[in-house]
């Protein structure tokens, strides 16, 4: 037999603080090959836009800002208050493609704060990735940009969107691959 319990002693003093988590990582796949184009003279044509594990070609040629209306929507809404502390990104071609000059394949996260349907560049969440010769169908390409301390506000939408520019093309073309791209976000 046992007595009756006794009191309960006193608190302890606090711990020292813990180590700062990683953060977290948001993964982002095009699924199925996605065909980014560049115009005649190697500007921009029409941009691709990535989710998680599906991805399509915007309608319209990238400019300052895209809008989702009308469109498929592949943007995704903050929880919480962020910081994105990183972007990396991974094309695997999935076309062959000969290059005439150096070609930059640019993988860009978009934000709308309001938000609503219209995105515009998030300064510095960027991964350009610069492609030289021929592509040839399985070569991989990889970037990433670390380093970064962007503040990104509850509800904001975030889309990521890849685009081509340059390659020395007089007619224009395509980039065609599979796109992988993790965001880091504390």
Known sequence: DTGATGATGATGETG?????????????????????????????GLPGLIG????????????????????TNYAFSMP???VITSLAAYLSATAALALLAPLTYTVQLYSSPSPDDVFSPVPGAVVDIT????????DTFNGIATGLSIPVTGQTRLLLVASVTGGGLVAGGTVAGYVSAGLGIE
């Open 16 to 44: 020292a603080t813990g180590a700062t988590g990683g953060g977290a990582v948001i993964p982002f796949s095009s699924g199925a090959p996605l065909a980014v184009t560049t115009l005649a003279g190697g500007l921009v």
């Open 52 to 71: 998680f594990g599906s991805s399509t070609q915007s309608l319209t040629i990238l400019g300052a800002t895209i809008d989702l209306s009308g469109q």
């Open 80 to 82: 919480r208050d962020g």
């Open 131 to 138: 492609i030289t010769g021929t592509i040839a169908v399985g």
